[in-house]
């Protein structure tokens, strides 16, 4: 059975850090472009971050650059999104999806997700 399962989500305060983390189970998470999107009450859903098979290339939105971190450790079949200086407007559910993602020249958007995990809740609040 093909499953993706986020984790690390959790109740922080503003300028606090966490770790989400995706595992793959059923199949080769290195395989495959991953990507992490959220989606806050009353929002679209959106991407926040894209990472190639082979980590080489990587997409960060507008919004998180400089304060989110993708990376993924393929011997484990995991990603990991490292959110330091959270935002009260990083609020929303982290969902990790597989992605068409093979360059900076492909777009991290939800057309191009074929898998989704069921969400992990990152709440910025103090």
């Known amino acids: 059975q093909v499953q993706l399962e986020e984790s690390g989500g959790g109740l922080v305060q503003p300028g606090g850090s966490l770790r989400l983390s995706c595992a793959a189970s059923?199949?080769?998470?290195?395989?495959?472009?991953t990507g992490w999107f959220r989606q806050a009450p009353g929002k679209e859903r959106e991407g926040v971050s894209c990472?190639?098979?082979?980590?080489?290339?990587?997409y960060y939105a507008d919004s998180v650059k400089g304060r989110f971190t993708v990376s993924r450790d393929n011997a484990k079949n995991m990603v990991h999104l490292q959110m330091n200086n959270l935002k009260p407007e990083d609020t929303a559910v982290y969902f990790c999806?597989?992605?068409?993602?093979?360059?900076?020249?492909?777009?991290?958007?939800?057309?191009?997700?074929?898998?989704w995990g069921q969400g992990t809740q990152v709440t910025v609040s103090s």
């Open positions: 999806a597989e992605v068409a993602f093979r360059s900076v020249h492909d777009l991290c958007i939800l057309a191009t997700v074929s898998n």
């Open positions: 059923g199949f080769t998470l290195g395989n495959y472009g």
């Open positions: 990472i190639s098979s082979s980590g080489g290339s990587i």
